[in-house]
T-cell receptor, first 117, second 117 residues
C-alpha cells in the first residue's frame, strides 16, 4: 500500500530536549516536505527536499533541521524545542522533480501532534 | 508570493443539502494548480479535488465540484447531497505549475464544515 508514515503520532516533551520526528514513504518519490498546521494559519511549509542530499528552507524554517540521506526518509529535527513549536506536523511526498510541467498528487502522512512544555 | 484566502472560518449545512465553500487567491502566475483538501477529525489530509488553471472546464468528483473563475481568482467548492461524513476542515491550496522549490502548496486558513443530521 502506498503510504507516508510518521512517528511518533503524539509527543509531549519539554523545552530544550532534542527530538526527531521521522517520515518515510514507500513510493520512491523524489520530493518530500514538512508542514506545520496551526489554528487560524492553515499549513505552512517548514523544509522541503527535491531529492537525496538536496534540502532547502520553506516559509517557516527557524528552529528546525532536516536531512535526506536516503530517498525514502526525511526526518524533522528540533535541536532545542520551544513552546512556540507546539503544533501539528505533516510530512508529504510526491513524484515530482521540479523540472517538468505538471504535478502529481501529494501524499500526506497521518500527522504528528507535538506539545512542548 | 502567493496567498490563499478562505473567508468562512465555519459553516454548517443540513444533511442532503448543498453547501459552497469559498476560496480566493492572489498570484501573478498564469500556470498553476488549485486543490481542495479535506481534514476529518482523524487529522488525515485527503485530496478532494484539483483544478489545472489552463483548463476552463470546472473539475468534478462525484458530489464535489468547483467553480473556477480565473479572472476573479476564485475557486469555490460545492458539496452536493451533503453527508455526515463530510464533516471536516476543508483547506484550499495553491501550487505554481513550475517552480524551483518543487511541489510547494500554499494553504488557506481552512473552513470548518459541520453537517447536521
Amino acid at each position: 500500500e502506498a503510504q507516508v508514515t510518521q512517528n511518533p503520532r503524539y509527543l509531549i516533551t519539554v523545552t530544550g530536549k532534542k527530538l526527531t520526528v521521522t517520515c518515510s514513504q514507500n513510493m520512491n518519490h523524489e520530493y518530500m516536505s514538512w508542514y506545520r498546521q496551526d489554528p487560524g494559519l492553515g499549513l505552512r511549509q517548514i523544509y522541503y527536499s527535491m531529492n537525496v542530499e538536496v534540502t532547502d528552507k520553506g516559509d517557516v524554517p527557524e528552529g528546525y533541521k532536516v536531512s535526506r540521506k536516503e530517498k525514502r526518509n526525511f526526518p524533522l529535527i528540533l535541536e532545542s524545542p520551544s513552546p512556540n513549536q507546539t503544533s501539528l506536523y505533516f510530512c508529504a511526498s510526491s513524484h515530482h522533480s521540479g523540472a517538468r510541467l505538471g504535478t502529481d498528487t501529494q501524499y500526506f502522512g497521518p500527522g504528528t501532534r507535538l506539545t512542548v512544555l | 508570493a502567493q496567498t490563499v484566502t478562505q473567508s468562512q472560518p465555519e459553516m454548517s449545512v443540513q444533511e442532503a443539502e448543498t453547501v459552497t465553500l469559498s476560496c480566493t487567491y492572489d498570484t501573478s502566475e498564469n500556470n498553476y494548480y488549485l486543490f481542495w483538501y479535506k481534514q476529518p477529525p482523524s487529522r488525515q489530509m485527503i485530496l478532494v479535488i484539483r483544478q489545472e488553471a489552463y483548463k476552463q472546464q470546472n473539475a468534478t468528483e462525484n458530489r464535489f465540484s468547483v467553480n473556477f473563475q480565473k479572472a476573479a481568482k476564485s475557486f469555490s467548492l460545492k458539496i452536493s447531497d451533503s453527508q455526515l461524513g463530510d464533516t471536516a476542515m476543508y483547506f484550499c491550496a495553491f501550487m505554481k505549475a513550475r517552480q524551483s522549490s518543487g511541489d510547494k502548496l500554499t494553504f488557506g486558513t481552512g473552513t470548518r464544515l459541520a453537517v447536521r443530521p
